[in-house]
């Protein structure tokens, strides 16, 4: 035990004298720092902007009102002409305008009368893309309970008459039936929505899975630290049969420094939930990778084939590990990558036995193949 304490200090002393490392270290607050900063100022995927010539307490007036109050990755600004509007569509300011016309309220009340649709909303876009599309979605959706109420009450009295409710009841079941609010919420385990809306953004919610990935790229740094100094003959005083074992603590240490990092960087971003709970998944995922990568070393004995490997296996992990988007016809693959069962345990508790077992089994395949490759 004490040899092992003794070898992970050495190992750290000759980490932090490197100057590289530390560079490596330092540079992941820094730059989580940065993009909270850029987090926390005005960004979105969409500009949209605003116009009605109506005037100030008008129906459309107060659905522009709406659109300003609204938070979310799309941004709205109102402008005071048509012109100005088109003006700042054509320099690239913003990526559609929305024209509400004069008495919005009354064309739909007529609407409603006729049971008709037809535009009455001019929408003038750069160009037609997937995200304008659904911006267009959520127009209507401004929009459309106004058209939605006075046809309801339309159809009501015409197949009712004379003993339909009055109009106090006609709302109250209205508003009983009809759905306000999103249809999804976001929300981080250990907190209420309104904080997850707080700190979530689009811009920072993937940063937990990159800084996943970014721990697994430590384990394989440490690995080919360690097989670089096992080709220049720093290990041949050990007994290759507990080499496994040395690479083994040259992991812990690496993914001990750069575990601590990691928690800063959650903590910066405001994404750390319960402190003790983060640590002990952590120390499960740290064994994961290690176990990962030195079944990997066992396996491929050339630094070249492991460095070819690690550009492959990184993008696997972005592509197939819930970073920015969960594919579910994969699953095979992604069980064999550590940060799959890590990301997925952070929400899903019943994936840390998940991890457990991973390790065990892993763990017991290292010394397998450890026993076969030096028997």
Do not use: Q
């Amino acid at each position: 035990m004490n040899r092992i304490i003794v070898r992970c200090f050495l190992t750290e002393k000759r980490l932090f004298r490197k100057i590289s490392f530390i560079i490596v270290l330092l540079m992941i607050p820094v730059l989580v720092a940065g993009l909270k900063n850029r987090a926390d100022e005005e960004s979105g995927l969409v500009r949209i902007g605003l116009y009605t010539p109506d005037e100030e307490g008008s129906f459309s007036d107060e659905i522009i009102d709406r659109f300003l109050e609204d938070e979310s990755v799309f941004l709205y600004s109102e402008y005071e002409s048509e012109e100005e509007g088109i003006a700042a569509l054509e320099e690239c300011v913003i990526d559609a305008l929305w024209i509400l016309p004069e008495d919005l309220d009354a064309l739909l009340l007529e609407l409603a009368d006729r049971n008709r649709i037809k535009p009455l909303i001019r929408v003038i876009e750069r160009e037609d893309d997937v995200a304008l599309i659904f911006t267009r979605e959520i127009l209507c959706s401004k929009v459309f309970p106004r058209f939605a109420y006075d046809a309801y009450t339309d159809y009501v009295s015409d197949h009712i008459g004379a003993d339909a409710p009055d109009d106090e009841t006609l709302r109250m079941v209205y508003d009983s039936i009809c759905r306000k609010g999103n249809l999804f919420a976001p929300g981080v385990l250990g907190k209420d929505v309104s904080e997850a809306l707080e700190e979530e953004t689009y811009f920072t919610a993937p940063m937990r899975g990159l800084l996943a990935i970014w721990m697994v790229l430590a384990g394989f740094a440490a690995l080919m630290y360690y097989k670089n100094d096992e080709e220049k003959g720093v290990h041949d005083m050990v007994p290759v049969s507990r080499r496994l074992s040395g690479a083994f603590a040259l992991e812990a240490v690496v993914l001990t420094d750069c575990g601590i990092i990691y928690l800063i960087a959650c903590g910066i971003l405001g994404i750390l939930t319960d402190p003790v709970r983060e640590i002990i998944y952590l120390i499960l995922f740290a064994g994961c990778i290690s176990v990962f990568c030195n079944i990997l070393g066992l396996l491929i004995n050339d630094l070249r084939g492991i460095g070819m490997l690690v550009p492959f296996a990184i993008l696997l992990m972005i592509v197939l590990c819930p970073v920015f988007f969960d594919l579910r016809s994969a699953g095979a693959v992604r069980g064999i990558l550590p940060p799959f069962y890590y990301l997925k345990a952070l929400y899903d508790p019943g994936y840390l036995m998940n991890m457990v077992i991973y390790l065990a089994a892993g763990s017991f395949a290292c010394v397998m193949l450890n026993l076969a490759k030096n028997r």
